[in-house]
């Protein structure tokens, strides 16, 4: 039997188009992958590896070109927390003056503690708890956007007892296919989430008879990683049809919440436009008079963010390069099969002949892959390397499978740079596990 080739992938983007289609990365030729202006070998070298680091710039550059886009519409940015819920990076986008769109206590507490405003966050999930509901509508949640007719209730019976109006919006699922992932689309019917189209027109009108809640209007989201126009347009247009027909039978609509979704581009796709986005929600709602509000997570802050790593030594005749990060770190390319693009810190390695090269990790699984047959230059041990545009989805996703402990985080703004998580130790690993005295003593 022939081994099978192994060839690299001829349509990978060489290290140069992908560092040039980054503006916030430049290769120098001494101190090699920069973000924004500090050299990602500094951080390496005082913090180990693997390591994330988030460019504080990148995300108040992108903030500020989606205000930009959107400013001559009524939106406001609701940052989606799951996307990176780390304090600092939320203080960035409430500084840049968006809210937060949570789905779960704990992300509604980090927003509150980066200093959101309770009425500048939004309370998204399929399964919130009457713990949830209780702590959000206590706080005085700007708007609860409700997945069914039994949360509905649920929402009711605790704003009542706390003697609250609680906002919401119903999330109609507008039954439409965002052409992404299937464990990233969420607008089909066949999704878990939101209410069917069918039934949002009585719900709302069953909503507005209930006590302790106030509907305000309609919420969707469709899916994740969204590259095309089509999707959004077919579900707004939906949307909008929902807002006529609801105030038509006398229901007030002043919000549309149009969810997130925005993709990036990964390899050498272009990533969505936010003017287009816009043009999208202006030729839907434009004529509308409805306060609309979107809830962007991974265009805002995926491409500022990175994983750095070490290649720990290369086999099988450098078919292989195994680094020190792996699936606990980032769970993407296992999870999604996604496509991380992957850079050389140090010019010298970033030149020169490419070969095709599994990127692996240590994890004992074969799905610990990061890259197959990806076009690379030459790697040795000790070389070190970018996972790009992890800043979304990255962190937030680890674990510590394999007794890995959680990686640390640095933040780069400009030419300063400090550590906003200190690597996990192993001590932590354990420390709020205990082992029972009755298993002390026993022999087998
Ligand atoms: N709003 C709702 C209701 C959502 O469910 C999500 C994401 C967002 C907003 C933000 O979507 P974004 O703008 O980031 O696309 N872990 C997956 C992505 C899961 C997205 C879940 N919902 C990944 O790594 O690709």
Redo the contacts with the bound molecule.
Sequence with gaps: MHAQAHEADAADPSVADLIAARPHLTMHPMDGLVLEDVPLNAIADALGTPVWVYGAGTMRARLAELQHAVADLPVHIHY?V??NDHLAVLKIFAHGGAGA?VVSEGEFLRARKAGIAAENIVF?GVGKTVGELRLAIGEGVGQINVESAAELAMISTVATALGKTAPVALRINPDVDAGTHAK?T?GRADNKFGIPYSDAAALYAHAATLPGVAPVGIAL?IG??ILSLGPYRAAYARAAEMVRALRAAGQTVSRVDC????GIGYRDEPGASPTAFAGALRAAFGGLDVQLMI?????LVGPAGMLLSSVVLTKADERFAVIDAAMNDLV?PAM?D?WHAIVPLAAGNAVGAVRPVDVVGPVCESGDTFARARALPSLAAGDRVALLDAG??GAV?SSTYNARPNAPIALVDGARWATIRARQTHADLWAAESVPTFLDGRIG
């Design positions: 989606a799951k996307a769109d998204s990233i969420t989201h994740s990683q969810g997130g979704g925005l809830e962007p997570g991974r265009w993407r999604y996604a979304a989805y996703m």
